[in-house]
């Protein structure tokens, strides 16, 4: 059974660079099969798919959020990680990450969600 | 950009049947997802590819997907139903965007 966990502060400051990183475990993050995804939802609000990462590396982001927005992998500890520089308070969200079929696009399987504060 | 729009609520009593709709220009044309979501945790996938059910989900939640609108229903609904319910698809002609639909509550009477 694939288990994915977001890590990360739960506290950010105005202006700051917002990091996190997902562990998956019950399977690789490098088969070729799937893209690894984050998604967020501000509380009360719905669902916001904010970027992609292939095992190769090679990225798709949100365009509303590309200019802020960095995702990386690391194969070797089976994680990848989400960047988002120049947090404001609009940024505060419940933080998903999740797993996507290459071919159908849905997301399979979720970590639990990681609540992240932006305030001073 | 790709929108979905949902009805903001559904109510249906214990037994009925829950219809929840998608509404996208072309929708047909895509894939649709389904996702459920109950307070406080992660969406969980109950309709993917239009029709198809993961392991698991019972076979009460079934799926459709035509012209204009994308339809999830809910038979024989039961208390554990109640949830926000998003749609989803991925939109290849907006830089390999994911979007979801605005979200429905199904309330069980």
């Known amino acids: 059974q694939v288990q994915l966990q977001e890590s990360g502060p739960g506290l950010v400051k105005p202006s700051q660079t917002l990091s996190l990183t997902c562990t998956v475990s019950g399977g690789s993050i490098s088969s070729g099969s799937y893209y690894w995804s984050w998604i967020r939802q501000p509380a009360g609000k719905g669902l916001e798919w904010i970027g992609r990462?292939?095992?190769?590396?090679?990225?798709n982001y949100n365009p509303s959020l590309k200019s802020r927005v960095t995702i990386s992998v690391d194969t070797s500890k089976n994680q990848f990680s989400l960047k988002l520089s120049s947090v404001t308070a609009a940024d505060t969200a419940v933080y998903y990450c999740a797993r996507g079929p290459v071919i159908t696009k849905e997301f399979d399987y979720w970590g639990q969600g990681t609540l992240v504060t932006v305030s001073s | 950009s790709y929108v979905l729009t949902q009805p903001p609520s559904v109510s249906v009593a214990p037994g009925q049947t829950a219809r929840i709709t998608c509404g996208g220009n072309?929708?047909?044309?895509?894939?649709v997802h389904w996702y459920q979501q109950k307070p406080g945790q992660a969406p969980v996938l109950v309709v993917y590819?239009?029709?198809d059910r993961p392991s698991g989900i019972p076979e009460r939640f079934s799926g459709s997907n035509s012209g204009n609108t994308a339809t999830l229903t809910i038979s024989r609904v039961e208390a554990g139903d109640e949830a926000d319910y998003y749609c989803q698809v991925w939109d290849s002609s907006s830089d390999h965007n994911y979007v979801f639909g605005t979200g429905t509550k199904v309330t069980v009477l």
């Open positions: 990462i292939y095992t190769s590396g090679s990225t």
């Open positions: 072309n929708i047909g044309s895509k894939s």
């Open positions: 590819d239009d029709s």
